[in-house]
């Protein structure tokens, strides 16, 4: 028989995404409607070394859902991935009276949760928020729905300027080694090329035959999507690339970066996060451990952390399909 639970900790933990403070708001107001105490965490794994805690009740998280980045700010922590790390984080979660752990992050702050939760029988339920979508067991991890619609919206502006100059622009966006935010945001902003790390063959040749097919049916100016994960070389190498095989083409570069990480949450993002945060602590109530919350097909699930760890998200192949289709 597990403890009762009367007071939980929750931590954004990683790297930041949009949605994560709906995610936090979501969670306080859970222990709220149960009842339990709850401690926010500052800075991740960091934060629970030091003993950063802060109180959080259903009035500190008022006006935050709108809010991007993280209230909690977060972290990478070395230390915690070190056992004597972690004994000092569970020392100062017991002094606390905090007895369990939800952590908001991606893949690396999974596992660092599912070691302290083995390691000390401490019940942690995660919630995924990265923009980059690359987390097994979940159709969508928090921030990633923000940062497509950031990326469509900067390639439309870039499309106004290719368009009136005849030229090619490179594009280069986030994702890790992850293709969703290029094989998504590629398909909305009408890319005439996308080019993915989990396919070799979505390279530099793709791209030339993609170019001499373009040519041949008329097209003045091009968009081409560049997952910032390997595909063969950078959006840079590209360029050169291009200008020393295809000289007729006027090349440009541009590197969307962090702003893809920013900004307010879209509408799917604080319905995902508000869903994902009160369904950890259901889950946390209902005695489940070591286990992230995510959605499939519209459904709320719960995946063993262990799943989630086990392998990539495999990308869908009817996109690259619609992908292939509609830039004809
Ligand atoms: P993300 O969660 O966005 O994938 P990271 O991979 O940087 O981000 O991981 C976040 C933090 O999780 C790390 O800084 C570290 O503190 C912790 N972490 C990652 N891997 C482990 C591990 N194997 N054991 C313990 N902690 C880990």
Do not use: W
């Not at 070395?78 to 991606?106: M, S, T, W």
């Not at 999974?110 to 942690?124: D, I, N, T």
């Not at 502006?157 to 290029?182: P, Q, Y």
Request: include cysteine; charged fraction near 25%; proline fraction near 2%.
């Amino acid at each position: 028989m597990t403890k009762k639970i009367n007071k939980i900790g929750v931590l954004t933990s990683g790297g930041d995404a949009p949605g994560m403070n709906a995610a936090i708001r979501a969670v306080v107001r859970a222990c709220t409607h149960y009842n339990v105490e709850c401690v926010g965490i500052y800075e991740g794994y960091s934060g629970l070394i030091k003993n950063d805690l802060v109180t959080l009740d259903a009035r500190s998280v008022a006006n935050t859902i709108n809010k991007g980045g993280t209230f909690l700010r977060t972290a990478r922590c070395n230390e915690f991935i070190k056992k004597k790390g972690r004994q000092v984080a569970y020392d100062n979660l017991k002094k606390a009276g905090v007895n369990a752990l939800v952590v908001i992050g991606g893949d690396g702050s999974f596992r660092g949760a599912l070691e302290f939760s083995q390691e000390f029988k401490f019940p942690v339920v995660g919630i995924p928020g990265t923009i980059d979508n690359d987390i097994q067991g979940t159709d969508f991890t928090i921030g990633y729905d923000t940062a497509l619609n950031t990326v469509v919206e900067a390639v439309d502006k870039i499309r106004d300027t290719a368009s009136s100059h005849n030229r090619l622009f490179l594009v280069e966006v986030m994702g890790r080694d992850a293709g969703d935010i290029a094989l998504n945001a590629g398909i909305g902003a009408g890319a005439e090329e996308i080019l993915i790390p989990e396919r070799e063959d979505l390279g530099i040749e793709r791209l030339l035959k993609s170019l001499d097919h373009s040519e041949k049916t008329g097209k003045t100016s091009s968009i081409v999507i560049v997952a910032e994960g390997k595909t063969g070389m950078n959006v840079l190498e590209m360029r050169d690339y291009l200008n020393e095989h295809r000289p007729e083409y006027d090349v440009r570069v541009s590197v969307i970066g962090h702003m893809q990480r920013g900004g307010s949450p879209t509408c799917a993002d604080r319905v995902l996060a508000s869903r994902l945060g009160i369904g950890a602590v259901d889950a946390l109530m209902n005695g489940s451990t070591n286990v992230m919350l995510g959605v499939q097909k519209n459904e709320l699930v719960t995946v063993d952390l262990k799943v989630v760890l086990l392998k990539n998200r495999n990308i869908e192949k009817e996109l690259l399909r619609v992908a292939h289709i509609s830039s004809l």
